[in-house]
């Protein structure tokens, strides 16, 4: 997949362990982000903390699926405020397009095909015939 132009990894939406650390990293950043968007609102903290604050959780959320060192590679260490919010959509709307999904399901289901029930019925008879 592409983020901000960079090339990354697809990363596997089926494996259980994947799943839920992507799950975990996006209710972290939008939980972030309410809280954050609220002390602006209240006049708590600046919008220059907000985006800063907002990017950096960002980042983290990239880090952790991919790896430590994938967020300044995608962003080439900047903090941009509408460059990372695209990013984090462009991840989400990947995740949960179907296509992904009928991708990578597409693979199983050759696996599946490769060692179906009937199809090992059938080599077990090939070899009682011998």
């Known amino acids: ?38 002390e602006v609102k209240e006049g708590k903290i600046k919008q220059s903390e907000y985006i800063r604050k907002l990017c950096t959780a960002i980042n983290k959320f990239l880090d952790s699926l991919w790896g430590e060192g994938t967020a300044y590679k995608v962003f080439n260490g900047k903090c941009n405020f509408i460059t990372s ?11 949960n397009n179907k296509d992904t ?23 077990d008879k090939n070899l009682e015939r011998l």
């Open 1 to 38: 997949m592409k983020i901000n132009n960079v090339e990354i990894e697809d990363i596997d939406m089926l494996d259980a362990d994947v799943a839920e650390k992507y799950e975990n990293e996006i209710f972290k950043v939008n939980d972030l982000n309410k809280k954050i968007a609220a």
């Open 85 to 95: 919010v695209k990013a984090f959509v462009d991840v989400n709307c990947w995740a």
């Open 101 to 123: 999904y009928e991708n990578q399901f597409s693979e199983i289901n050759e696996v599946i095909k490769k060692y179906s029930l009937n199809r090992i019925q059938n080599n």
